[in-house]
């Protein structure tokens, strides 16, 4: 069964660091763009982070510009969210999303194939 599970999240004082890791099982997800989309309670979703297939190239919101770093390690079917300096504002559940038409590299969820089901981040002292 393909899947996007993501792990990584809990409770980090501000200016903290947490890593995000989004690992696919059941396809290849080299073959896929990624992006990282967040929720807080009562917001919409929102993309922060999006890497490319073949490029991996690098898109940030101007939010986390300089704190998030994405990568992807596709010798383990990986992508991972490096955050640095968090905020109490950072604080949402992270879901991983994955497309082939390439939207996601625009924060656009809507030719997702795959989604995660999320990952808790609570920056709080």
């Known amino acids: 069964q393909a899947q996007l599970v993501e792990s990584g999240g809990g409770l980090v004082q501000p200016g903290g660091s947490l890593r995000l890791s989004c690992a696919a099982s059941g396809f290849t997800l080299e073959y896929y763009c990624v992006a990282w989309f967040r929720q807080a309670p009562g917001k919409e979703r929102e993309g922060v982070a999006a890497?490319?297939?073949?490029?991996?190239?690098?898109y940030y919101a101007d939010s986390v510009k300089g704190r998030f770093t994405i990568s992807r390690d596709n010798a383990k079917n990986t992508v991972y969210l490096q955050m640095n300096n968090l905020e109490p504002e950072d604080s949402a559940v992270y879901f991983c999303g994955a497309d082939t038409y390439g939207s996601s590299l625009y924060f656009s969820p809507a030719n997702i194939d795959y989604w995660g089901k999320g990952t808790l981040v609570t920056v709080s002292s």
């Open positions: 890497i490319g297939r073949s490029d991996g190239r690098t």
